[in-house]
């Protein structure tokens, strides 16, 4: 049974920093394509960062050199550290699994997700 469960999230002034953390249960998700995705309220849920197959990791544009994806092999978890985060941040944040295919951060893709989890940045 896959199960991914986000925590990690909060409240934060802009500028400052929160780690995302999702636990993976049921697969070995290195065999995944494996991705933190972000929704607000009346957008559409867009990727923002990814960990191909092979540990290599991409992001989109809008948190480049702000935002790292890692894991923890022994702990079968990813994390997501977000640093200068910015008011445009807010939203739900998720993580995702994709078992076949390639590692393209499109939400569409995915077909195991976590419950998500809420972070809010005040200016």
């Known amino acids: 049974h896959v199960q991914l469960v986000e925590s990690g999230g909060g409240s934060v002034q802009a500028g400052g920093s929160l780690k995302l953390a999702c636990e993976v249960t049921g697969f070995y998700y290195v065999t995944y394509c494996m991705g933190w995705f972000r929704q607000a309220p009346g957008k559409e849920r867009e990727g923002v960062a990814g960990m191909n197959r092979d540990g290599s990791t991409h992001y989109s544009d809008s948190v480049k050199g702000r935002f790292t994806i890692s894991q923890d092999n022994a702990k079968n978890t990813l994390y997501l550290q977000m640093n200068s985060l910015k008011p445009e941040d807010t939203a739900t944040y998720y993580c995702?699994?994709?078992?076949?295919?390639?590692?393209?951060?499109?939400?569409?893709?995915?077909?195991?997700w976590g419950q998500g989890t809420q972070v809010t940045v005040s200016s």
């Open positions: 995702a699994a994709r078992r076949r295919g390639s590692c393209l951060l499109d939400w569409t893709l995915y077909e195991n």
